[in-house]
């Protein structure tokens, strides 16, 4: 009996989605024989029960189209808003599963999505998953879809910016996307020469970063560019920030609802501060080297158009691997990049954890060697 599949696409769009949808389902339908049906806008398609048929003629010509043509959503099955207030869903899911008659159900997504996929599991679907996300930060991957993409996408940003820059004799800090993990403002900053690489992983302190834009105006460099992850902190914010976490996580044990309101507000209210930290920065690296500053922020320009000849290699084979591993009923896996293959590792593996940046890896010395400043 030939099987069925299902697919969706969940959580922020990123490159080379549709080459992985186009991957999974050419290679089930041609080497395998299997039904595939797409759910429209994530996990919220598969309660609405809102589909589209993928054959030969859908599945034509998405090679190299940028976002996804199902849609997606960042709808979780166990927390949907419905009508005004949040309601798990999961019941319904597993009803419109059966419905469809479906043996597996391919969810493509980056960490949230991995940890749904898994809860799925645990209520009985068969299901395996693709990691996909500009940030780079599925755990038990060498590397995420999209990531190539984006990288190149926020080098040339920093390629164009240097020479305004230069011309101003300004400093420019370019806000890069990624909120946990420093990947993509890392590998651009590199690639496109930024003088100064902020990331989550390493809290900066403001005036290491002010000295080393001034070491470089001694020394007849007048302009400096700075790249900043979305979720790079300054020492002071994340001593604060992991302080108000650890207050909350202590009124959560006491059980003290009156304690607990008030620590989650204080966490909501240092996490909304952090929301304009790149502008500040700017400001204050203004202040303090009496150079002129200007703000670039990337935002989601860095997931937009077609994927990169990368991105479309890699989904592309990590898609038709996902429909080997269904042909051989290999279920709760995702289906990881390594090296130029593809490996299943278990979802208990992958779901609730994040591959942030390594403070040795290769890429943070490469940076330091060179004498970019990383704001320690
Ligand atoms: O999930 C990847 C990501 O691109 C993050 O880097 C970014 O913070 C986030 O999505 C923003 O997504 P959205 O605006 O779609 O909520």
Redo the contacts with the bound molecule.
Sequence with gaps: MAKHIGILTA??DSPGLNAALRGVGKAAIGAYGMQVVGFRDGFRGLVENRTMRLDGSTLSGILTVGGTILGTS?DKPHRMPMGGQEMDMTDVIIANYQKHNLDVLVCIG?GGTQKNAYRLMQYGLNVITLPK???NDVAMTDVTFGFDTALGIATEAIDRLHSTAHSHHRIIVVEV???NAGWLALGAGIAGGADVILIPEIPYDVNVVAESILARYRSGKAFSIVAIS?GAMSREDAAAIQEAQQAVKKAEKKGDPDKLAEAQAHLAALETAQLDSTVRLARQLEQLTRLESRVTILG?LQ?GGTPSAADRLLATRLGTACADLIAQGVYGVLVAARGDGAEPVPLSEVAGKRKTVPLDHPWIESARRIGTCLGD
């Design positions: 959580g922020g960042r980056g996300t500009i940030d996307m990624g909120h979305e989601h997931r």
